[in-house]
């Protein structure tokens, strides 16, 4: 039987946060649930807030599998009743005396050490000195482009100043900042359908300009398709890895065009052969696609954050869609957790406890031996991510 129990957890994926503090169960179920849903969003649609639609907004995530799973996995760690009130009122009492404690003994229970920051969210970005002053695991802050693409739009640079202001900054993100890695979330701004032919440094000229003279059309569809292209290029030079946003999100997702499969010319275009690409929630609900590409293209890796867990039951669903054609080496582990240390804790007893059930059916149906699967079990969910970021 594979034994999950004292396996090290490195998360590939989470968005820092500082301490929250003592929290209500109504706030506490706002920052836990998965994006989308809130009163403003309602209030844009020109509903009216009133208490009950609060409440309304409220039921809506309390009533998802994955609360009701995080809210079970918090009362066995604080042995209380398996309710809200019960597992908040408890947190609220563990992190007033020490919020920094507090989260050493939730992870040491779930054997998380590392965590991959994506410090692309929350904006303004977060000091990397003092999220991980508060974190006691060791925080590897990844850095998002998007942000920077917006902040040089408000400028007035012509292209060579804008280009070389794009590269700087991201060449000393990750040479002078700590940085150890770069990502992409294209696929909720213009789609992955990025051509390889987007690196010429005339397409982003031409985008560039247009943009500057105010014509609409295809231009920021063409000067991010460059920008993405330049990004992989910096990451090959610096080699580090990138990770590409797709499958689901938050509501603004656009769900259509974040299939994995739209990659494909990129991926394998030989420019880009050598950049080493994770396929961020290894695609969700497209994961089979993802660990297709994972598996024909050399330098490509999945990671299973978001649909665990915030697919919940889907956790299962996940692990076997992606080991029937992802190599075992390139696999990792992720949460997607944000705002609270919880999230990032329940995806992990989550993804512990469904991985081991899936090797273990693989052993029992005889497509790995017994020790093979105790070391996949240890790959995916630290080995792979330590060696990509060159943890420990
Ligand atoms: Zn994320």
Excluded at 251 to 271: A, G, H, I, K, Q
């Amino acid at each position: 039987m594979v034994d999950v129990s004292q396996l090290p957890v490195v998360d590939i994926h989470a968005h820092p946060f500082l301490n929250p503090g003592p929290l209500t169960p109504e706030q506490f179920v706002d920052l836990t649930a998965f994006g989308g849903g809130s009163p403003e969003y309602m209030e844009q649609g020109g509903v009216d807030v009133t208490s009950e639609v609060v409440e309304e907004l409220q039921r809506v995530k309390r009533e998802t599998v994955y609360f009701k799973r995080l809210v079970l996995d918090l009362a066995a760690f604080f042995d209380v009743e398996p309710t809200v009130e019960a597992v908040v009122g408890a947190r609220n009492a563990a992190i007033e005396s020490g919020y920094t404690d507090y989260v050493r003994r939730l992870y040491a229970d779930a054997g998380i050490t590392s965590i991959v920051f994506d410090f692309g969210i929350p904006l303004p970005i977060l000091d990397i000195g003092e999220v991980s002053g508060q974190l006691p695991i060791d925080v590897v802050p990844i850095y998002r482009i998007e942000p920077l693409i917006a902040d040089l739009l408000k400028t007035d640079l012509g292209w060579d100043e804008f280009s070389r202001a794009y590269d700087d900054a991201i060449s000393d993100a990750l040479t002078n900042d700590g940085y150890r890695g770069v990502k992409s979330i294209i696929a909720y701004r213009t789609g992955l359908d990025v051509s390889p032919l987007s690196r010429t440094k005339d397409q982003g000229l031409l985008a560039l300009d247009a943009i500057r003279r105010g014509l609409g059309g295809g231009s920021m569809k063409k000067l991010r398709d460059h920008l993405i292209c330049r990004a992989m290029e910096l990451c090959m030079d610096h080699d580090v890895p990138m990770q590409i946003h797709t499958g689901m999100g938050d509501f603004e997702v656009n769900l259509v065009m974040c299939r994995p499969s739209y990659l494909m010319d990129l991926l394998r275009f030989p420019t880009f052969r050598g950049c080493r690409v994770i396929l961020v929630h290894t695609g969700y609900p497209y994961h089979r696609e993802a660990a297709y590409i994972a598996n024909v293209l050399p330098r490509v890796y999945v990671e299973v954050s978001e649909g665990i867990p915030f697919a919940s039951t889907a956790a299962w669903d996940i692990y076997d869609g992606v080991l029937a054609m992802a190599p075992v080496n390139k696999i990792c582990y992720g949460s997607d957790g944000y705002k609270t240390p919880e999230i990032i804790y329940s995806s992990a007893k989550l993804g512990k406890q469904a991985l081991a059930d899936t090797l273990n059916l693989h052993v029992e149906r005889r497509m790995m031996t017994a020790p093979d699967a105790q070391s996949a079990a240890a790959a995916i969910l630290a080995g792979n991510s330590s060696e990509l970021y060159r943890i420990g």
